[in-house]
Nanobody
Framework: QVQLVESGGGLVQAGGSLRLSCAAS????????MGWYRQAPGKERELVAG???????YYADSVKGRFTISRDNAKNTLYLQMNSLKPEDTAMYYC??????????????WGQGTQVTVSS
């Protein structure tokens, strides 16, 4: 089993920054790509960013130029650097992982989420 634990969420003012982290454990040898989803109340869950083991990346149009996804394979950790945050970025953010090599949906494993709230 793969376990994913997110951290780093919180309350920030618009224009501020946060860095989310996701620690992976368990049968991590099965993981090739990792990503971040988010879901706000009343909205569909969307893939914000993804990254393959070969560092092929994907970003949703809404976050391009503001968010950066990265991973430290030695530490089995995924990161999401979020800059220039907007109130519309407010959502529960979920770490995800998958066995496939490309960082596009669908994903196989999920964390419990960390809340990000951006005030105006």
């Amino acid at each position: 089993q793969v376990q994913l634990v997110e951290s780093g969420g919180g309350l920030v003012q618009a224009g501020g920054s946060l860095r989310l982290s996701c620690a992976a454990s368990g049968t991590i040898f099965s993981i090739n790509s990792m990503g971040w989803y988010r879901q706000a109340p009343g909205k569909e869950r969307e893939l914000v960013a993804g990254i393959s083991s070969g560092r092929i990346t994907y970003y949703a149009d809404s976050v391009k130029g503001r968010f950066t996804i990265s991973r430290d394979n030695a530490k089995n950790t995924l990161y999401l650097q979020m800059n220039s945050l907007k109130p519309e970025d407010t959502a529960m953010y979920y770490c995800a992982a998958k066995r496939q090599l490309l960082p596009y949906p669908p994903y196989d494993y999920w964390g419990q989420g960390t809340q990000v709230t951006v005030s105006s």
